[in-house]
Every structure is written in C-alpha cells, then in structure tokens.
C-alpha cells in the first residue's frame, strides 16, 4: 500500500486564493520531504527540500513567499501555493523517504488548475 | 554538466524488442540507486533499486558500473504496457546531509 499521502489529489481554484497540499508519511518518520512541480510533457522539478523542524530550502528560481513550507511534524509536511495564478497550474508532487539508502516514496500528486 | 544524466529520448521500439537506457551521474560519493517509471499524469513509483552486483527482476535488469559513474535499465521482450517514462535517482551523503538527485526521465513507447 501507499506510503506517503498527498492531499487533495485534484483541485480547481480561482486566481488569487491560496491552496494548501498535505503531505504525510503513513509508517515512518521523514525529518525530510521534497516537493515537485510537473507541467505536461516536461519533467519532474524539485522545488524544495522541506525540513523537519527548521525552514525549507528553495531551488533557485522558486520563490519561497509564493510556495510556502511547513514541516511542523515528522509524518506531515504542507505546501500552500499562496495568491495562486493560472500559471501556477500544475502537478505537484511530494516524496519522502526512510533513513538511509532507502528509495523515495511518492504521493499520488495533486493536480492543481488555476482559473 | 548536470548531476544526473539521461538521454530524453523517446526510444520508440516494437513489441518483443529489447532496450536499454543509461544513467549517468557525477558525483562519485553516490550511494544508493534506483530506477523509477512514471505514467502520464501519474506519479513516479519505484521499478527497482540498483545494487552494486546487477539485479534483475523479470524482464528487467539493473546494472551500477561505478567506475564509469553510470546505472543502466535493461528491459527484455518490451511489452505495450512499458511504454512510459524512466527515471534514474540517485542518493548521495553531501557534508552530512542526504542529497537525492534525479534525471529528467528517459521515454519508451513500445509499439505493436
């Protein structure tokens, strides 16, 4: 079964309004989680490690003011596209993985449009 | 030249066909490795992990060359349903820190 779960899977919002994405890990701690943008037919983009504890770390480019991260627990990280624009439309996706060589685990998405 | 490397393709080939992809990546200190396949519209999930001996897993075989600093993904007698896109991770320890990288994802489209 799945391992890490992302939430909502798809949502529809106007311009201007903020959407929050959950992030949990189902059967271990992850002190570290990543967020990802997909838009079609191009690949994954990561976004930002997100820190159990302390602040993210942003990709270049990524502007942190917009894609807000909070990391408040070790099962639970939230992305919030704050003062969405149609152009933020995308997929978005988390990661996560145990201690050590362990693979990533991925959410199942959330397919954010913009209006 | 980027951490990881992998050639976009896409690979077309027929149905029964055997293909293989590449993955190389820079940075020696790398640890751990794996493959994933990723759908359209879906999310990545883990195809297998390498190991430093080759593994293989049906028709698919993952071999690590570490002095070449490249992973490889075999897949034997191709069916229709591996048409996707296949991307190489790799994990490495940078100054105390698990640093995880990936390619951007080799397409396959298998055709009948």
């Known amino acids: 079964g799945a391992v890490v779960s992302q939430h909502p899977s798809r949502v529809i919002c106007k311009s201007g309004t903020s959407v929050k994405i959950e992030c949990r890990s189902l059967d271990f701690q992850a002190t570290t989680m990543f967020w990802y943008r997909q838009f079609p037919k191009q690949s994954l983009m990561l976004m930002a490690t997100s820190n159990e504890g302390s602040k993210a770390t942003y990709e270049q480019g990524v502007e942190k003011d917009k894609f807000l991260i909070n990391h408040a627990s070790l099962t639970l990280s939230t992305l919030t596209v704050t003062s969405a624009h149609p152009e933020d439309s995308s997929f978005y996706i988390c990661?996560?993985?145990?201690?050590?060589?362990?693979?990533?685990?991925f959410g199942n998405g959330t397919r954010l449009t913009v209006t | 030249r980027k951490e990881v490397e992998q050639d976009p393709g896409p690979f077309n080939v027929p149905e029964g066909a055997t293909v293989a992809f590449n993955c190389t990546y820079s940075n020696s200190a790398s640890q751990s490795f794996f493959w994933y396949r990723q759908d359209c519209r879906k999310e990545p999930k883990l195809l297998m992990s390498?190991?430093?001996s080759g593994n293989e897993d049906g028709r698919f075989t993952a071999q690590l060359n570490r002095a070449s600093q490249y992973i490889s993904l075999l897949i034997r007698d191709s069916k229709l349903s591996d048409s996707a896109t296949y991307l190489c991770v790799v994990i490495s320890m940078d100054t105390g820190r698990r640093a995880l990288t990936f390619g951007s994802g080799t397409r396959l489209q298998v055709q009948p």
């Open positions: 390498v190991y430093s």
């Open positions: 990661s996560a993985s145990r201690t050590g060589p362990s693979p990533l685990h």
